[in-house]
């Protein structure tokens, strides 16, 4: 018997910190041993041996089932189930272009949750407000008496035509609205897994408004508080610092949002620009391609590749009229060096004028990069003096040199 992995939950009230070790049996099979780090959370972890046949009461009829949990060592322990979490499913079908599929499957969990015949009206009791705060809960909210709150995508598992709850830590004998539980397993699976711009309106499909989402992110921040209690929790003191502090998942995060950037076509059909004659879409900023048609009566076309300061490269520009092609002329706000294009501030704008009568179609290929702040006072210096040289001195690869 071999511990092959141990992680501590340590920034925790004490009567919640545990430590996990993954055992290796002589077999080579494995198993979760979870034990309290100190005597205050033994009860913490002995709960988990009742709320396994808990699970299976209320959530049974609903295919999920508890993970078999035994007595061991002072805490507990699981063996593994082999499967395939539900995390994984889902991220195997955004993978293979199934986004559809997968937000039908994140549905159907919900209905087949909110199906239970333990379902009633969500009243907040005495415990709740202990634990999620005294925050008035919007009406219409179902529960059942007994809660599973860390029903989180990567903690359901399926086999042999079952679905287990693999760790349920945090269970409560009284009730937790279950849209509460559907929008946390929800966002913490889009959120770190990047997701946000293929679900974009799955909250709204389960019925989460915005008035819930506000109420759950404070049941959320109120749960937090009370599992850390006392405990100092380091990444709290990103906020308490004085000097600024960029979070890298934040960074890439916001470089993903630009590099699938909302671009917009406005046509003037000899009144201006109408945005009643504009085409919007979602440009993928590295392989930028766009076809659209053009308005009867099209004059000019202002082309606005995305919302922030950017670099456009690789621009081309064809217009379609009766089966042949011209490259209409086009005039940028921004600035040119080297074949690319310079903007400095949120609205670039590309002007494309004198397009022919009976034009059909435009097709405008290019590459989009975000430039950020070191980026747009580059572009500035770029403006007064339009050496490529000077532009890389000062811009220093978009980040901004400290001086003494």
């Given at each position: 018997?071999d ?6 939950s340590?920034?925790?009230?004490p009567?919640?910190?545990i430590?996990t ?35 299976n009461?209320?959530?049974?009829e ?5 993970a ?12 593994f ?26 549905l159907?969990?919900k ?44 903690n ?15 269970c409560f ?13 929800v ?30 992110d ?19 003191l990103?906020n ?30 000899g ?39 950017c ?23 921004g ?70």
């Amino acid at each position: 018997m071999d511990i092959i992995y141990t992680k501590f939950s340590k920034e925790r009230s004490p009567r919640f910190s545990i430590k996990t070790h993954i055992i290796q049996n002589d077999d080579k099979s494995r198993r979760a041993l979870k034990l309290p780090c100190s005597d205050e959370g033994r009860e913490h972890i002995l709960n988990m041996l009742s709320f396994c046949e808990k699970i299976n009461s209320f959530y049974g009829e609903c295919n999920f089932f508890a993970a078999e949990c035994r007595s061991e060592g002072g805490g507990v322990s699981f063996d593994f189930i082999e499967g395939m979490t539900f995390e994984e499913r889902l991220e195997g079908l955004c993978d293979s272009g199934r986004s559809d599929e997968a937000k039908r499957l994140i549905l159907d969990l919900k209905k087949r949750l909110f199906g239970c015949s333990h379902i009633k009206p969500f009243v907040p009791t005495e415990g709740f407000k202990a634990v999620f705060g005294e925050k008035k809960a919007p009406r219409g909210l179902k529960c059942m008496d007994f809660s599973c709150v860390d029903l989180i995508f990567d903690n359901i598992i399926e086999s042999g035509g079952r679905e287990y709850i693999i760790d349920y830590e945090w269970c409560f004998d009284f009730g937790v609205p279950l849209e509460f539980i559907v929008y946390r397993a929800v966002n913490n699976y889009i959120t770190l897994n990047n997701r946000r711009v293929i679900f974009e309106d799955i909250f709204d499909d389960l019925g989460i408004d915005e008035k819930m989402k506000n109420y759950f992110d404070y049941m959320e921040q109120s749960f937090q508080s009370y599992i850390n209690c006392g405990a100092l929790v380091l990444r709290s003191l990103y906020n308490e610092r004085k000097k600024r502090v960029c979070f890298m998942d934040d960074m890439i995060a916001e470089a993903d949002g630009i590099r699938q950037s909302t671009y917009t076509l406005f046509f003037d059909c000899g009144k201006g620009f109408d945005p009643q004659n504009a085409v919007s879409g979602v440009l993928d900023t590295e392989k930028g391609l766009i076809d659209a048609a053009v308005p009867e009566n099209a004059v000019r076309c202002r082309f606005d590749p995305c919302e922030c300061s950017c670099c456009v490269s690789g621009l081309s520009i064809k217009a379609f009229c009766g089966g042949e092609s011209y490259d209409p002329t086009y005039a940028a706000t921004g600035c040119e060096t080297d074949g690319a294009l310079f903007f400095d501030d949120n609205d670039p704008m590309i002007m494309i004028e004198n397009i022919k009568e009976g034009t059909e179609r435009l097709r405008i290929s290019c590459c989009v990069a975000p430039l950020g702040k070191g980026g747009e006072r580059a572009v500035g210096i770029l403006k007064k003096n339009n050496r490529l040289m000077r532009f890389a001195e000062k811009l220093g690869g978009l980040v901004p040199k400290k001086h003494d």
